[in-house]
């Protein structure tokens, strides 16, 4: 066990004027988590101390912060790779519903902005199958695992820019999932929608989507793609 003193953001925005920090000394044994270490900031020291999380398996993406800096899962970032010093605040490009809890409703309404559901083609059984072995769904493997945490829109600089004008990473990525799929019907329709003034040719490739993405995922290569696709499709090419 080692003592690590654990710094939050705290803010409750119908009570406090400004944030303040709050630091908090524990005993971190081998493997916790910083999604551990504040539980036991709650159990032993402020039950005040607000924060969001589900699963504590990296599958909810409901415990999405800026640990030291960089926007991680809390309940996969264990505090023996932090160092003695551990800094906890919110996601940023979101509102601050208390401490470490942010309002996602801006996340979502990009998400629904994209059309994020499969609309079968008239002719296509919908339940069509690609077989593994076509090679046609590698094109989107990559994409696969979004668990929608957030990560992405929080570290990305044109959101921070552009806010609402911006329909951010996590969409446009699963935008590109659907548009890539020939069995969609929607896709011609969706390409326009993403490649509008507030879509993919507002990415300016800074990169820090693919730093944050506790998946793997690469949504600012996948942005390209889509404007790949939207100049062919706008010059009469195959898309
Ligand atoms: S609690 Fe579900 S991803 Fe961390």
């Given at each position: 066990m080692k003592e690590v003193e654990v710094t939050v953001l705290r803010y409750d925005p119908e009570k406090d004027e400004n944030s303040r920090f709050d630091s908090f000394n524990i005993e971190a044994k081998k493997n916790m988590t910083v999604l551990d270490s504040l539980f036991l900031i709650v159990e032993d020291q402020d039950p005040t101390l607000s924060f969001r999380c589900a699963c504590r398996l990296g599958m909810c993406g409901s415990c999405g912060m800026l640990i030291n800096g960089r926007g991680r899962?809390?309940?996969?970032?264990?505090?023996?790779?932090?160092?003695?010093?551990?800094?906890?605040?919110?996601?940023?490009?979101q509102t601050v519903i208390k401490d470490l809890a942010v309002n996602m409703d801006k996340f979502f309404k990009n998400w629904e902005k994209v059309k994020p559901y499969f609309v079968p083609k008239e002719d296509t059984d919908e339940f069509s199958v690609i077989p593994p072995s076509s090679g046609r769904r590698e094109i989107i493997d990559e994409n696969q695992d979004c668990i929608t945490c957030g990560l992405c829109y929080q570290s990305c600089d044109a959101v921070a820019i552009r806010g609402d004008d911006f329909i951010g990473p996590a969409a446009l990525s699963r935008a590109y999932n659907l548009i890539a799929d020939e069995r969609d019907g929607a896709r011609a329709e969706?390409?326009?929608?993403?490649?509008?003034?507030?879509?993919?040719?507002?990415?300016?490739?800074?990169?820090?989507?693919?730093?944050?993405?506790?998946?793997?995922?690469?949504?600012?290569?996948?942005?390209?793609?889509?404007?790949?696709?939207?100049?062919?499709?706008?010059?009469?090419?195959?898309?």
């Open positions: 899962l809390a309940c996969r970032t264990k505090i023996e790779d932090l160092g003695e010093k551990v800094l906890v605040q919110p996601m940023r490009n969706r390409l326009d929608l993403v490649t509008e003034e507030d879509g993919a040719f507002g990415c300016h490739s800074f990169g820090a989507c693919v730093e944050v993405c506790p998946k793997g995922i690469k949504p600012m290569v996948t942005i390209q793609k889509l404007k790949i696709k939207k100049l062919k499709k706008a010059i009469g090419l195959k898309w």
